[in-house]
Nanobody, 130 residues
Framework: QMRPVEFGGDSVESGGSLKLSCSVF??????RGWFRQAPGKGREAVAV???????KYADSVKGRFTISQDTDKNRMYLEMNSLKPEDTAMYYC??????????????????????????WGQGTQVTVSS
């Protein structure tokens, strides 16, 4: 099965915006997500979304980043606004199938754990200068 492919990484100044795109192939994955890894740090979830559009965000990006998808085109996006130097990282697109049920909201969300995503892209670099 083909791996996801990311596009759109670039170097921007603090406060700027970028939009990342990802081609996610195959229809066997309920969950798609954006992850990032900064030098010397572990890989962390940025935002995940299931095929019904239920999304979860890392606290550090809430209100600044938006995940979206076009399931007909097998495309996923990450719109990033108000970028900060601490957003600098390699950004990865990934697909997986593990969900959990939220008693609070009564719907299923994707588990935002890198180990629960089995199909990964090569990554695209985002650099934010101060």
């Amino acid at each position: 099965q083909m791996r996801p492919v990311e596009f759109g990484g670039d170097s921007v100044e603090s406060g700027g915006s970028l939009k990342l795109s990802c081609s996610v192939f195959g229809t066997n994955y309920y969950c798609r997500g954006w992850f990032r890894q900064a030098p010397g740090k572990g890989r962390e979830a940025v935002a995940v979304v299931d095929t019904h559009g239920a999304a979860k965000y890392a606290d550090s990006v809430k209100g600044r980043f938006t995940i979206s998808q076009d399931t007909d085109k097998n495309r996923m996006y990450l719109e990033m606004n108000s970028l900060k130097p601490e957003d600098t990282a390699m950004y990865y697109c990934a697909a997986g199938s593990k969900e959990y049920y939220s008693d609070d909201s009564g719907i299923y969300y994707c588990v935002a754990n890198p180990s629960d995503f089995s199909s990964w892209g090569q990554g695209t670099q985002v650099t934010v200068s101060s």
